[in-house]
C-alpha cells in the first residue's frame, strides 16, 4: 500500500526541461554564492554588538533587498528573533524588502516642487511607466518613489534618476527621460 502512493506520486512528476533545469542551476549557483559572501560578512562583523544595521545594508548591497529568507538567515547567524531583523528592516526607509529597478526614479513631492507642478509629473510617469509610486515595473528596470524637499527649490519641479537630479522637469518629456534611461538595455523596444 506504501509503495503505491511512492509510485502514484513519482509517476505525477514532471522532468524538468534541461534549459530550465541549467537556468534554475545558475540562479542556484548566485544565490548560494551570494550567501556565502554574506556568510563571511556576517563573521566578520558578528563579534562586535549593533552591527544589524550595517549587516543588512551589506546584504541589500549584494542581493538587491532583503527578502524573507535573507532576514532569517542574518537572523539565524547572528542568534536573535527573525522580528528583530524585521522591524530594523520594515522601520528603516532605506531597506526595501521587494525588488528595486535599476532605474530609481525619485520625485520631489516638497512644497516648491508640489505647487511647481510635481504631482503632474508624478501622474505623468505613473501613466507612462504603468506603475504605482513604491512599485518597480514588471522587467525590473524603473522603480517610482517620491521624496520631500531635495533642497533645490529653485529648479522645482525636481526628480532624481539614481540620484542624478533633474531640474524644471516637464510632464511632457517624461517620454523622452525614460527612453533616455532604456537606451543600451536589451528590452528597448517595450513600450514605457
Do not use: W
Request: glycine share 8%; aromatic share 6%; with cysteine.
Amino acid at each position: 500500500m506504501e509503495q503505491n502512493e511512492k509510485t502514484v506520486k513519482t509517476e505525477s512528476i514532471k522532468p524538468i526541461p534541461a534549459v530550465e533545469r541549467i537556468g534554475r542551476e545558475l540562479q542556484d549557483d548566485e544565490r548560494d554564492k551570494n550567501f556565502n559572501e554574506l556568510n563571511l560578512i556576517i563573521e566578520s562583523l558578528a563579534g562586535d554588538k549593533g552591527q544589524l544595521i550595517r549587516i543588512l545594508q551589506k546584504a541589500q548591497d549584494i542581493f538587491g533587498y532583503l527578502p524573507d529568507d535573507v532576514q532569517a538567515f542574518i537572523a539565524e547567524r547572528l542568534r536573535v528573533p527573525v522580528a528583530e531583523v524585521n522591524g530594523v528592516v520594515t522601520f528603516y526607509s532605506l531597506f526595501s524588502t521587494r525588488p528595486k529597478g535599476k532605474y530609481i526614479i525619485n520625485v520631489c513631492m516638497g512644497t516648491a516642487c508640489y505647487v511647481k507642478g510635481a504631482q503632474q509629473v508624478m501622474d505623468a510617469l505613473k501613466k507612462r511607466l504603468k506603475i504605482d509610486e513604491g512599485e518597480t515595473t514588471p522587467d525590473g528596470l524603473f522603480t517610482l518613489k517620491s521624496t520631500r524637499c531635495v533642497g533645490a527649490c529653485g529648479l522645482a519641479p525636481i526628480l532624481a534618476v539614481n540620484g542624478k537630479v533633474q531640474g524644471m522637469v516637464d510632464p511632457g518629456k517624461i517620454q523622452e527621460l525614460i527612453k533616455n534611461c532604456r537606451k543600451g538595455e536589451k528590452n528597448e523596444n517595450q513600450k514605457h
